[in-house]
């Protein structure tokens, strides 16, 4: 079974920066892709970012150049820094691992909320 538990998430005013922080645990055995998705009230869940196994990153359009999604290590631990932050990026921010093609493990999500 894989855990994943993500934290950082608070209120800001627009303009600020969060740091979120994910941190995967359990029958994993190796570096896994990880992603950040988030969901906005009445709207789908939407990809924010994503690390693949050898670090490699990918952004929303939305979000390239303000936010950075970065790996601790060799660890399934990972960031997301995240600036110049605006009231539409308000959602609940999840994370994810990739335990194989087909399967994915979901955190309970972390609340980021941006006041104009």
């Known amino acids: 079974q894989v855990q994943v538990a993500e934290s950082g998430g608070g209120l800001v005013q627009a303009g600020g920066s969060l740091r979120l922080s994910c941190a995967a645990s359990?029958?994993?055995?190796?570096?896994?892709?990880m992603a950040w998705y988030r969901q906005a009230p009445g709207k789908e869940r939407e990809l924010v970012a994503e690390?693949?196994?050898?670090?490699?990153?990918n952004y929303a359009n939305s979000v390239k150049g303000r936010f950075t999604m970065s790996r601790d290590g060799a660890k399934n631990t990972v960031y997301l820094q995240m600036n110049s932050l605006t009231p539409e990026d308000t959602a609940l921010y999840y994370c994810?691992?990739?335990?194989?093609?087909?399967?994915?493990?979901w955190g309970q999500g972390t609340q980021v909320t941006v006041s104009s």
């Open positions: 359990g029958n994993i055995f190796s570096i896994r892709p």
């Open positions: 994810t691992l990739q335990i194989t093609l087909g399967s994915r493990a």
């Open positions: 690390i693949t196994s050898a670090g490699s990153t």
